[in-house]
């Protein structure tokens, strides 16, 4: 079966802030409420920024944003792809490229014609996609780069 990649709803919150605490703010003071907070408000939107999620039947798998700010320190550019993250039972499979697609899908609707992204360990799938580096810094004395994308 085939993931459905779509506007996350409100059902899928928490499950997606559960995912993102593990992958991304292990260690970190980072609550659970804080991420189910942050989700909503883009659940509930403006209509520029977005969340999406691949779901499998009604389990949602994996998500990706669509932001206007990303974290500190903010470098001075905007909009940003946020938080893709696919469940480790479903990795390999195009999920995180199907969220990833969704995204600039979105961003072109609403007239962007560059995006912005921060990584370090996932680099080498955004270069493949299209992704150019730009920038490396440290983040919390962690290695990071700023890539950026055109539309």
């Known amino acids: 079966m085939l993931p459905i990649i779509e506007a996350m709803a409100e059902p899928d919150v928490e499950a997606i802030a559960r995912l993102r605490l593990a992958a991304f703010f292990g260690g970190t003071a980072r609550t659970l409420e804080e991420d189910i907070a942050g989700l909503g408000g883009l659940v ?12 499998l039947g009604d389990a949602p798998i994996g ?14 550019l905007t909009p940003w ?29 609403v007239g962007v014609d560059k995006l912005y992204l921060y990584t370090w360990q ?8 299209g992704w150019t580096a730009v920038e490396t810094f440290e983040q919390g004395d962690e290695p990071m780069v700023l890539m950026e994308r055109s539309l």
């Open 63 to 76: 998500s990706c944003l669509f932001v206007r700010n990303e974290i500190d320190p903010a470098h001075d």
């Open 81 to 109: 792809l946020a938080g893709l993250v696919v469940d480790e039972n479903y990795r390999g499979r195009g999920i995180g490229v199907a969220l990833l697609k969704a995204v600039e899908a979105h961003a072109a609707s």
């Open 122 to 129: 996932a680099r080498r799938f955004y270069e493949a996609l």
């Open 44 to 55: 509930a939107g403006d209509g520029f920024e977005a969340a999406f999620v691949a779901r």
